[in-house]
């Protein structure tokens, strides 16, 4: 079990806490293998991306003086995550990387993270090494999710950590990017290489081999408390500040969000109650470290004519946990319908879900300062457009079956 430990916020800049002696061990493992496929792209699948990383990683990293490199495995093969921990610990590591992409199941999440042990003094290692590699993958435009604990009943979720751990091996799982939904940034070997190479010349500035970015204070018999997850839900979602100009079919509002022990990292939201969502937007002005963003989010979109729409907004911590806002009910857009020119704001619906339901809408909003404008701008037209399509669709189809029915009924 998890012992209790004080926990502190630091992040100013610090001294590496680990002492690796001079000769430095380093044990690459490329994640899954053999039967062990990991995430799949529909092009290729993680056990081959993972190699091609940590090859990269290994042969970058072998240029150093008195660093000796090893890989938990060099062919396609399955190996036990304890065998993995097991031949670390038999070659003596003082730190072992285990390379992996991500994925998620309803193919939302986007984004980098690293995955450290809870228990200190590998808690601190972990975020130490962590912020740095984070630093270190900016340059490929990442988006960072935070370098993260997760629980589970023994302890670390991750059995790697978990295996590392109890060997007394430093350990850290390094997810690069979402497979699923951001193809355009691991997608060749190029770039499978090309992030390899920035593992290693991350380890080297950990080590001092190399100037890179700063390392943030830690301590070492004390958890890092932005590492930590609390499992709760952002406290505050809520829509405020609805402008409806419904003659012209626009509308903006506000998402007011706070979390007080994660970071916000994403938003979205619904104009059908919750039916249908957007994809998952980034949050403005995050800082992983002191766990502050901004306190709301503007969104300016366009309604289609005729919609009536209730509007949901949800606000997604770094831990993919969101709190839904209740519903604010809007009057019906377009010229051609009478006005109340005030929206309802109502608090008696609340229709909290543990699932996100619907299919995926694409994005039609145009954020002030959300960071990953640009990713989301090229999907933005196409939704009103469909969605109008998919009404007049439908409405035809009843139209015909109504026709077919009368016929039928005639005979
Ligand atoms: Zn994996």
């Known amino acids: 079990m998890i012992q209790e430990h004080s926990h502190t916020l630091l992040y100013e800049e610090g001294e590496r806490i680990q002492d690796t002696g001079d000769d430095i061990v380093i044990v690459i493992d490329p994640g899954h293998g053999g039967e062990n496929l990991g995430a799949e792209t ?7 991306m993972t190699m091609a990383t940590a090859e990269a990683m290994r042969d970058r990293l072998s240029d150093y003086d008195g660093v000796t490199v090893y890989m938990t495995r060099e062919e396609d093969i399955d190996i036990s995550l304890a065998d993995r921990a ?4 038999s070659v003596s590591a003082d730190y072992l990387f285990s390379i992996h992409y991500n994925a998620s199941a309803d193919h939302n999440a986007w984004g980098t993270e690293i995955w450290v042990p809870l228990e200190p003094p590998y808690n601190a290692y972990g975020f130490q090494f962590g912020s740095v590699w984070l630093s270190e993958m900016e340059r490929f435009g990442v988006f960072s999710r935070g370098v993260k604990t997760r629980t589970g009943k023994a302890g670390n979720y991750y059995g790697i950590l978990r295996h590392c751990t109890k060997k007394g091996i430093p350990s850290a799982i390094l997810e690069h990017c979402y497979v699923d939904t951001e193809g355009g940034m691991c997608d060749d070997a190029s770039e ?11 380890v080297a500035v950990y080590l001092g081999l190399e100037e890179g970015p700063d390392i943030p204070a830690a301590e070492a018999d004390k958890q890092v408390a932005s590492t930590l997850n609390m499992k709760t839900d952002p406290e505050i979602c809520e829509i405020v500040d609805v402008n409806a100009d ?6 903006s509002f506000n998402i ?15 104009m059908d109650g919750g039916a249908s969502w957007t994809s998952w937007m980034a949050w ?21 004519e ?15 946990v969101y709190t839904e806002s209740t519903p604010v009910y809007l009057n019906t857009f377009g010229k051609w319908t009478e006005q109340a020119s005030v929206p309802v704001n109502s608090d008696e619906k609340d229709e909290t879900s543990d699932e996100i339901s619907g299919e995926d809408l694409q994005s039609s909003t145009v954020s002030e300062d959300a960071g990953m404008q640009d990713r989301q701008s090229g999907r933005t037209a196409g939704y009103f457009i469909l ?9 035809l189809i009843c139209c015909i079956r109504g026709m077919l029915k009368d016929r039928n009924g005639r005979k």
């Open 42 to 48: 529909g092009k290729i699948y993680e056990k081959y």
């Open 86 to 89: 097991e031949f670390a610990s």
């Open 192 to 202: 499978y290489k090309a992030m390899g190479e920035a593992d290693a010349e991350a």
């Open 246 to 251: 419904y003659d012209n079919c626009e509308l």
């Open 256 to 270: 007011n969000a706070s979390d007080s022990d994660a970071v916000l990292s994403y938003y979205q939201y619904s």
């Open 284 to 304: 403005p002005e995050r800082n992983i470290y002191t766990l502050q963003a901004a306190p709301l989010v503007q969104v300016n979109c366009k309604v289609p």
């Open 306 to 320: 005729g919609m009536t729409p209730t509007l949901v907004a949800r606000a997604y911590n770094n831990f993919d």
């Open 387 to 395: 969605f109008g399509g998919l009404i007049s669709l439908v409405v």
